[in-house]
């Protein structure tokens, strides 16, 4: 459908891999390596001279100007399926790719793997809870227990760990943020203070399944608001954090504004929380937030995964300590989810989904709490139970 492809996700999640075996033998260029980099950035003029269309660009991001000329043979050409790229950075964060690109990109987000993939579920219907959602989940529904969830929440979702059970969690990820810091951070920005940055992503790891507090985190790293704020946008450039925003119009006034902040690799944010056993973590006081980001995460990755670059997710909660967990909006109708790691809801769990009744401009959808039970069954009116393997 387009001429250039740009899939953009977190290191070590398969991009090149997959690249690599949907495009087959078309040409392969790395801009990783430090010659070939040198060469696009002094000579983009004939770069595509010496590498043609059709070509598999990885690493992308570290030389931007070639966006101009792509756009330059695209426009003279106007082929599809010519630039298939692939970067670790998020689209909008390399400036002025968007303007000279834009309709002639197709831009799909890779995150880990998730548990469709996992288990081999073949549906792309992106998470709805509704009666023909849960009829085509209803005959592809993988067997997972209450430990193979717990497991999978503690070790994460990178393919490397997947694929290698054997593969030590711990030196994964302590390799994992080294790399990520050394390479990603300062490319994006001028961090001198490595170990102050590593103490962010401790702080934010911690924080995860909470409203954003930038004043908190800087306070507990020992750094100013605005770079708490500058570093949190690396966090979240780089696929590895998440704001959930508020639901809010104009008849919602006493909504709050903040956004909530989720860690997408709940593995990587149990390392850096040094929660060291599947164990520990479900017994520990922050499974709770460990359960709704992997929720939340699972339900993002139902979205990206069908090429969804902004999924309608948000989140309510109002001065009158309302609260919904999420809210997934669809053709002017919202429809409301309460993330319980429980296996034994109640209904108490969905009374603040009364609050969206209150809404004049949108109509209330069906609802349910994702939980740990492990029958599709309906809990209050148009609310359901819904087990974990329906996402």
């Given at each position: 459908?387009?001429?250039?492809?740009?899939?953009?996700?977190?290191?070590?999640?398969?991009?090149?891999?997959?690249?690599?075996?949907?495009?087959?033998?078309?040409?392969?260029?790395?801009?990783?390596?430090?010659?070939?980099?040198?060469?696009?950035?002094?000579?983009?003029?004939?770069?595509?001279?010496?590498?043609?269309?059709?070509?598999?660009?990885?690493?992308?991001?570290?030389?931007?100007?070639?966006?101009?000329?792509?756009?330059?043979?695209?426009?003279?050409?106007?082929?599809?399926?010519?630039?298939?790229?692939?970067?670790?950075?998020?689209?909008?964060?390399?400036?002025?790719?968007?303007?000279?690109?834009?309709?002639?990109?197709?831009?799909?987000?890779?995150?880990?793997?998730?548990?469709?993939?996992?288990?081999?579920?073949?549906?792309?219907?992106?998470?709805?809870?509704?009666?023909?959602?849960?009829?085509?989940?209803?005959?592809?529904?993988?067997?997972?227990?209450?430990?193979?969830?717990?497991?999978?929440?503690?070790?994460?979702?990178?393919?490397?760990?997947?694929?290698?059970?054997?593969?030590?969690?711990?030196?994964?990820?302590?390799?994992?943020?080294?790399?990520?810091?050394?390479?990603?951070?300062?490319?994006?920005?001028?961090?001198?203070?490595?170990?102050?940055?590593?103490?962010?992503?401790?702080?934010?790891?911690?924080?995860?399944?909470?409203?954003?507090?930038?004043?908190?985190?800087?306070?507990?790293?020992?750094?100013?608001?605005?770079?708490?704020?500058?570093?949190?946008?690396?966090?979240?450039?780089?696929?590895?954090?998440?704001?959930?925003?508020?639901?809010?119009?104009?008849?919602?006034?006493?909504?709050?504004?903040?956004?909530?902040?989720?860690?997408?690799?709940?593995?990587?944010?149990?390392?850096?929380?040094?929660?060291?056993?599947?164990?520990?973590?479900?017994n520990g006081a922050m499974a709770g937030a460990f359960f709704e980001s992997f929720v939340i995460?699972?339900?993002?990755?139902?979205?990206?995964?069908?090429g969804i670059l902004e999924p309608p997710l948000y989140f309510y909660r109002d001065k009158d300590m309302n609260e919904i967990d999420?809210?997934?909006?669809?053709?002017?109708?919202?429809?409301?989810?309460?993330?319980?790691?429980?296996?034994?809801?109640?209904?108490?769990?969905?009374?603040?989904?009364?609050?969206?009744?209150?809404?004049?401009?949108?109509?209330?959808?069906?609802?349910?709490?994702?939980?740990?039970?492990?029958?599709?069954?309906?809990?209050?009116?148009?609310?359901?139970?819904?087990?974990?393997?329906?996402?």
């Amino acid at each position: 459908m387009f001429g250039a492809v740009l899939v953009s996700g977190p290191r070590q999640v398969g991009k090149t891999t997959m690249l690599e075996r949907l495009t087959g033998d078309i040409g392969y260029v790395t801009l990783d390596d430090p010659i070939i980099r040198a060469s696009a950035e002094e000579e983009s003029l004939t770069f595509f001279k010496d590498n043609p269309p059709p070509v598999f660009i990885d690493e992308i991001q570290k030389v931007p100007t070639l966006f101009e000329q792509i756009k330059l043979y695209l426009d003279r050409g106007r082929k599809k399926g010519q630039f298939f790229m692939c970067a670790s950075q998020q689209f909008k964060m390399m400036k002025g790719v968007s303007e000279s690109l834009a309709g002639r990109i197709a831009l799909v987000t890779l995150l880990g793997f998730s548990l469709r993939e996992t288990y081999g579920i073949e549906c792309d219907t992106p998470f709805l809870p509704t009666e023909e959602y849960f009829a085509e989940r209803k005959g592809q529904l993988a067997d997972i227990s209450y430990d193979d969830i717990w497991n999978r929440i503690h070790r994460g979702s990178m393919p490397e760990l997947y694929d290698n059970p054997d593969f030590n969690w711990q030196m994964f990820y302590g390799a994992y943020v080294r790399t990520y810091i050394e390479r990603d951070v300062r490319e994006l920005s001028e961090i001198g203070d490595t170990v102050k940055f590593t103490k962010f992503m401790v702080a934010a790891a911690a924080a995860t399944g909470q409203l954003l507090n930038l004043t908190s985190l800087a306070r507990d790293v020992g750094i100013s608001q605005p770079t708490a704020e500058r570093w949190l946008s690396i966090l979240v450039a780089s696929n590895i954090v998440y704001l959930l925003q508020p639901y809010s119009n104009n008849i919602t006034k006493r909504a709050i504004k903040t956004p909530k902040l989720y860690f997408l690799d709940t593995g990587l944010a149990a390392y850096l929380t040094k929660w060291n056993t599947p164990d520990v973590l479900k017994n520990g006081a922050m499974a709770g937030a460990f359960f709704e980001s992997f929720v939340i995460s699972e339900i993002i990755k139902s979205y990206y995964n069908k090429g969804i670059l902004e999924p309608p997710l948000y989140f309510y909660r109002d001065k009158d300590m309302n609260e919904i967990d999420l809210l997934i909006e669809e053709s002017g109708t919202l429809y409301p989810i309460e993330i319980k790691k429980h296996a034994d809801p109640e209904k108490r769990d969905v009374q603040a989904f009364a609050v969206l009744e209150k809404i004049s401009s949108v109509q209330r959808g069906q609802g349910g709490v994702v939980c740990l039970y492990d029958k599709l069954i309906t809990l209050q009116g148009i609310d359901k139970v819904i087990p974990i393997n329906y996402l």
